[in-house]
C-alpha cells in the first residue's frame, strides 16, 4: 500500500497539521469514486500508528504497528462500512464507534476509525454519530470517506476538516495506467470520468466490450425489433443493476451533450459518436432532458428498496416509446 501520485497535496496538507499538533479530530474525504480515497484513508490510519514514519510522514511498513495494521490485527483501527446484505450503516455500528473511541489505546498512540462509504448512515446513524464528533476523545482521529458529501447533514460536515480529492489530471492518469499494462487507457479514463482506479477496473472486467453489447440492445429497441421487457431480463442477468444504470446515464448525459452541441468539448463514450448521433437524431432535447431525469430517478430506486426488475423495465418500456414516433430534429 502506498500513495497515488495524484495525492500528494492532500498528504502534505495532514502532515503539515500533524506536525504542527492541529490535526484535526475529525475527516471528511471527499471526491469522485475511483480516486483512491479509501485507500489514502487506510494509509493515513497505518501512518498515525506507525512508531518509525519516514520524513515525509508515510509509514515504515516494518515496525510492529505497521506489521500487525498490514496483517488486519491492530487493535487501534476500526473500519466501519455496511454489514453483509445491507445497504446502510447502521444505528448499532455508529453507537460502537462511540463506545471504541472511548477506551484508551491499546499502544499508547492513536485510535483511528474509518466510516466508508460515510452517506449510507442513516438519520439515526448521523445523529448518533453527531454525539460522538461533539465529545471527541483526546487522541483520537475519525475518518468518513464519501463522494457524495451532500448526503450527510450539515451537522456532520461542519464537524470535521474536509479534504478534498479532485479530478486527475487526464495525463497523469494514463501514464499510471499505462505503467500497469493497461491498454486503451485513454478510452477507459473517459468512460470513468477521469478516475484512474475505476478505469483500470473496467480494464480488468472487460467492461469497454460488455457495454458495447448493452449499447446494441438499446439501438435495436429504439428501431422497435425487440421486446423490452426480454432485455430487461436479460441485462439484470448478465449485469448488476448499479452497472446498467450507470451506463444508461453516461450515454443519456452524452446524447443531451450531442443534441446541445454537435461537438461537445467533452464526451464520454467518443469511440461510438456516430452511433449516439443516429439516436440523437430521432429524438427532441426535451425528450432527452426527461429521459435522464427518469434514468437519475432509477438511480436512487435502486440504492433504495425498490424491485430492480420493475425499475429497469420501466425505463427500457419508456425509452422505446421515447422512438416510437418520429420527434422534431430540435
Known sequence: MSLYPWQQSQWRLLQQSREQGRLPHALLLTGPQGVGKDEFARYFAQSLLCEQNTPEG????????????????????????????????????VREIGHYLALKSQYSGHKVVILTPAETMNVNSANSLLK????????????????????????????????????????????WLEARGVADSELLLSLADGA????????????????????????????????????????????????ALYWLYVWSVD???????????????????????????????????LWLDRVQAALREIEGNFNTTLVMEGLLI?????FAVAAPRI
Open 58 to 93: 508515510e509509514p515504515c511498513g516494518r515496525c510492529r504497528a505497521c506489521l500487525l495494521y498490514q496483517a488486519g490485527n491492530h487493535p487501534d483501527v476500526k473500519i466501519v462500512s455496511p454489514l453483509e446484505g445491507k445497504k446502510n450503516i447502521g444505528v448499532d455500528q
Open 132 to 175: 460522538t464528533l461533539e465529545e471527541p476523545t483526546a487522541g483520537t482521529v475519525l475518518i468518513l470517506v464519501t463522494h457524495r458529501p451532500a448526503q450527510l447533514p450539515a451537522t456532520i460536515r461542519s464537524r470535521c476538516q474536509e479534504i478534498r480529492f479532485g479530478a486527475v489530471a487526464p495525463e497523469e492518469g494514463a501514464a
Open 196 to 243: 484512474p482506479l475505476k478505469a483500470a477496473q473496467f480494464a480488468d472486467d472487460n467492461i469497454v466490450q460488455t457495454r458495447l453489447e448493452w449499447f446494441q440492445a438499446l439501438e435495436a429497441l429504439a428501431k422497435q425489433g425487440v421486446d423490452p421487457i426480454e432485455i430487461a431480463a436479460k441485462q439484470i442477468k448478465s449485469s448488476t443493476p448499479e452497472n
Open 255 to 289: 446524447m443531451v451533450r450531442l443534441k446541445s452541441c454537435q461537438q461537445p468539448p467533452r464526451l464520454a463514450n467518443r469511440d461510438i459518436q456516430p452511433r449516439l448521433l443516429n439516436l440523437v437524431d430521432r429524438v427532441s432535447l426535451k425528450s432527452l432532458m
Open 318 to 322: 419508456q425509452w422505446q416509446r421515447m
